[in-house]
Nanobody, 123 residues
Framework: VQLQASGGGLVQAGGSLRLACEAS????????ATWFRQAPGKEREFVSA????????WYADSVKGRFTISRDNAKKAMYLQMNGLKDEDTAVYYC?????????????????WGQGTLVTVSS
């Protein structure tokens, strides 16, 4: 499975962006998928995850109520709708797939990763 993240850009604080993660390979629809982010000088941190069919989602406390994760298995894609963006949301956002360990909020739990898309929030 190859993952391609897109949709990042420069946005003012309070604005919105929608990230997309497009997958190649037939197995994507059977995997839990996730978004992580990494700000300069910081470790990669969990943002959100969604199970294979989209019936279960998980969010970091810092984005709960502002971000919404979704997926369209027919299109082999996953999305992250980000509203109410804050300065601290500035980071490179990575999509991942296939959870191989129980902890959904650890980067080591995911087998496949995309290359990342930069989100910059200006105040």
């Amino acid at each position: 499975v190859q993952l391609q993240a897109s949709g990042g850009g420069l946005v003012q604080a309070g604005g919105s962006l929608r990230l997309a993660c497009e997958a190649s390979g037939r197995s994507f629809s059977s995997y839990t998928a996730t978004w992580f982010r990494q700000a300069p000088g910081k470790e990669r941190e969990f943002v959100s995850a969604i199970n294979w069919i989209g019936t279960s989602t998980w969010y970091a406390d810092s984005v709960k109520g502002r971000f919404t994760i979704s997926r369209d298995n027919a299109k082999k894609a996953m999305y992250l709708q980000m509203n109410g963006l804050k300065d601290e949301d500035t980071a490179v956002y990575y999509c991942g797939a296939q959870r191989v360990r129980d902890a959904y909020d650890q980067p080591s739990s995911y087998y496949y990763w995309g290359q990342g898309t930069l989100v910059t929030v200006s105040s």
